[in-house]
């Protein structure tokens, strides 16, 4: 099994909603990544687990917040976002953080804050 | 800091040959990664370098020059499914991640 697996495909949520986005992945991975990629641009780290311990915030606003429940999960939590908050969300994973370990991605997650 | 350049667009015909150049000037060197990304999907894990030379996977070769912060990727017998993003990624010095370029928007035509 080497997929990343993301819930759900398409969110639309209002600026005062709360909403979660969900990462999943059974290749024994122990690194995890959340990007946030905007049309036409490359992703852009948001944030890095190592073995369930938070390695990098890429000063992300406190608006969004990771959760890491598992090795197997990985959770982004959304709360007072705004409309340029709209992009897709990829979560990834890898073997390990450090040298070379290829990171495959998930179909990711449209997010529209309206 | 992190610079990565890549060409915006390349136009190519079916069964040609592309190559797509990428350019760095990074803090530190821990490999240059190729992905691939057609529209509305996540990317797909393409090539890794980290030695110079040329490194082959069937129609895709990719090649690095670390003294000259220089790749390129290089795709034969293009095929309409080709048409895609191709993103150049830099791994800089430690456990530090990676850091994608803009982007190459490639369109295969017949």
């Known amino acids: 099994d080497t997929e990343v697996t993301q819930t759900p495909k398409h969110l639309v949520m209002g600026m005062t909603n709360k909403k979660s986005l969900k990462c999943e992945q059974h290749?024994?991975?122990?690194?995890m990544y959340w990007y946030k990629q905007k049309a036409k641009k490359p992703p852009e780290l948001m944030f890095v687990?190592?073995?369930?311990?938070?390695?990098i915030n890429e000063s992300v606003p406190s608006r969004f917040s990771p959760e890491c429940p598992n090795s197997s999960l990985l959770n982004l939590h959304l709360h007072a976002l705004q409309p340029e908050d709209s992009a897709l969300y990829l979560c990834?994973?890898?073997?390990?953080?450090?040298?070379?370990?290829?990171?495959?991605f998930g179909p990711g997650t449209r997010l529209t804050v309206t | 800091g992190q610079n990565i350049d890549q060409p915006t667009e390349m136009t190519a015909t079916e069964g040609a040959i592309v190559q797509i150049n990428c350019t760095y000037q990074?803090?530190?060197?821990?490999?240059l990664f190729w992905y691939q990304q057609h529209a509305g999907e996540a990317p797909t894990f393409l090539s890794y370098?980290?030695?110079?030379g040329l490194e082959e996977k069937g129609r895709f070769s990719s090649f690095l020059s670390r003294s000259k912060g220089y790749s390129y990727l290089l795709l034969k017998e293009l095929q309409m499914k080709d048409s895609a993003s191709y993103l150049c990624?830099?791994?800089?010095?430690?456990?530090?991640?990676?850091?994608f370029g803009k982007g190459t928007m490639l369109l295969v035509s017949p």
């Open positions: 290749m024994g991975h122990r690194a």
């Open positions: 990624a830099v791994r800089g010095s430690g456990y530090s991640t990676l850091t």
């Open positions: 990074t803090s530190g060197f821990n490999g």
């Open positions: 990834a994973s890898s073997q390990a953080q450090g040298a070379f370990h290829e990171q495959y």
């Open positions: 687990y190592s073995y369930e311990k938070l390695s």
């Open positions: 370098n980290v030695l110079d």
